[in-house]
């Protein structure tokens, strides 16, 4: 039996400036949900949030709260002499501390690392309250979802199950969709070739009979027979056109090309070594970020770089392209780097312009690529200064993937884009016949993309030939830190204290608060040692 809803939308429109950005007839959010929203960036999942939670309102329709709820925003406010990482944790803490019945949760792995993705997954699923997240993060949503929101052409439907039940869900309605098309197309031929020979039959009732005299056809009245002939046969043709006209019909599903690109000097690369460093020191000032190490990248390598936030992953990337004199690179390479200050872009000029500037690929290689992350057509004409942030991500990506670079460098690409850019990227990125060096949090993103880990752990850079799971099943350094389980329990105890200290404050709950902060900040300094 379903209980009464936390929250009710009914007849629901949302509006920006002139155009509907989602309309809802009835949606509900019951206890015990964890719903997954999802959406192109642009359509809406943010400004649902905003409106469950009362910061926004409809254009019209009424929302029922019948729950005490939080929101947990995706911009995380600037603190002093803190990563972005802190940031987030610390926000998430306080919002948890609220101890709402219902959480909201916008983009709520931004800026953390994987242990700390794993450590928020944890916390919450021990808790009771209803969820729904936006998140980019597939492997997140997996471990905490039991439905999904879909935004999509200004609808939300609701699928059963978490994100890959979902993805798994898509694939045969696709797969049903092609077969009805095969259908349409089959039963429209049909029809087509019986109406093509009727309208044959036709123009042959018209003429006269070989081998008859015009005084026979006169007496057999040939004519008014032919006409009579002539008029069922347009009659049936007529029909045929009815039923054509009639037809279901379905339209094709938009294939995207294939992406044939040729990058420079990519055969006396591929195979070879193109990047060697030997006794590669991680010292930066008097921080020791990792003891020297030597390694080697092959030519069309996918290499994974993990590690916690702060461990030194950008640093090392920046080693490789500053050329660091303990690391050799061919003379062949050419590196296209990617960051998140995306200073490749020109705003004042167009989305087209932007990528065509550093490539010397044509045009309907650069629309094929842009078409893969969703710009279509006249989309490409686009200033790049009216795009939002996930789309300039996409623009700076696009603008590096056809350059003449060889060997890409990308730091955090997937941070900012939607699931299905996200997905894009990595069909990209698969098919690419160059080198790709990248540092990445998501999961999903690391198993399908990388084939060796080079992983920033204690100080020590591992090299691992495989894929990202193989590594995490393998690797004896990734067995889990018995402490992390032990400071997860802790932050879970702040939390509910916090949460009772605003609601009855006493001294007995005060100093329990204050010995679970000792005891956090003594756990906090054994993993730094």
């Not at 943010?46 to 925003?73: E, F, H, V, W, Y």
């Not at 990047?275 to 994974?304: C, M, Y």
Request: glycine residues 4%; charged residues 25%.
């Amino acid at each position: 039996m379903i209980g009464l809803a936390l929250v009710q939308l009914q007849n629901i429109r949302f509006n920006v400036k002139d155009r509907t950005l989602f309309h809802i007839n009835d949606l509900n959010i019951y206890q015990g949900d964890r719903i997954g929203l999802i959406g192109r960036n642009g359509s809406g999942k943010t400004s649902l949030l905003q409106m469950i939670n009362r910061d926004i309102p409809p254009a019209s329709g009424t929302i029922t709260k019948n729950a005490s709820i939080a929101l947990l925003p995706q911009i995380k406010p600037q603190m002093e002499q803190k990563s972005g990482g802190e940031i987030s944790q610390a926000i998430i803490n306080q919002t948890l501390a609220q101890a709402p019945e219902l959480l909201l949760a916008d983009e709520p792995t931004t800026h953390l690392d994987t242990n700390h993705m794993e450590k928020l997954e944890k916390q919450l699923q021990r808790r009771r309250e209803a969820l729904v997240i936006v998140s980019h993060d597939r492997a997140f949503m997996d471990a905490l979802c039991t439905k999904i929101w879909e935004i999509e052409d200004g609808q939300i439907r609701e699928f059963t199950g978490n994100y890959s039940d979902y993805a798994q869900q898509k694939k045969e309605a696709r797969q049903h969709h092609e077969k009805e098309y095969e259908k349409y197309v089959q039963k429209k031929k049909q029809l087509e070739e019986a109406m093509q020979q009727k309208e044959q039959k036709a123009q042959r009732a018209t003429k006269k009979p070989k081998n008859v005299s015009k005084s026979e056809a006169k007496i057999t009245g040939a004519k008014p027979y032919f006409a009579k002939k002539q008029k069922k046969l347009n009659q049936g043709v007529s029909s045929i056109q009815s039923r054509i006209d009639q037809l279901d019909k379905v339209e094709k599903i938009k294939e995207l090309p294939p992406i044939k690109m040729q990058v420079t000097h990519e055969e006396s690369l591929r195979n070879r070594t193109i990047i060697h460093g030997e006794q590669v020191p991680g010292t930066v000032g008097n921080r020791l970020l990792w003891e020297v190490f030597n390694f080697s990248v092959i030519g069309a390598d996918k290499i994974a770089v993990i590690g916690p936030n702060g461990s030194g992953k950008t640093t090392f990337l920046r080693m490789m392209m500053d050329g660091h004199p303990t690391i050799q690179v061919s003379p062949s390479v050419s590196f296209g780097y990617f960051s998140q200050t995306l200073d490749v872009l020109e705003t004042d000029t167009s989305i087209l312009d932007n990528v065509r500037s550093t490539s010397s690929h044509d045009e309907t290689l650069i629309r094929t690529v842009l078409a893969r992350l969703s710009f279509f057509q006249n989309d490409v004409f686009k200033p790049v200064n009216v795009l939002s942030g996930g789309e300039r991500v996409k623009v700076a990506f696009a603008k590096i993937f056809v350059s003449h670079a060889n060997t890409l460098i990308l730091d955090e690409p997937t941070n900012y884009l939607d699931i299905e850019a996200v997905e894009a990227l990595e069909s990209l990125l698969v098919d690419y016949s160059g080198t790709v060096i990248f540092v990445s949090h998501d999961r999903h993103f690391l198993q399908n993309v990388a084939t060796r880990i080079f992983a920033i752990s204690n100080t020590t850079i591992h090299t691992f030939d495989g894929s990202y799971n193989d590594y995490m099943q393998t690797t004896p350094q990734n067995n889990h830190d018995p402490l992390q389980d032990e400071l997860l329990k802790v932050e879970t105890r702040i939390s509910d204290v916090l949460s009772r200290l605003s609601i009855t404050p006493t001294d007995a709950l005060e100093a329990e608060f204050q010995q679970l902060l000792r005891e956090k900040k003594e756990i906090n300094e054994r993993l730094q040692h």
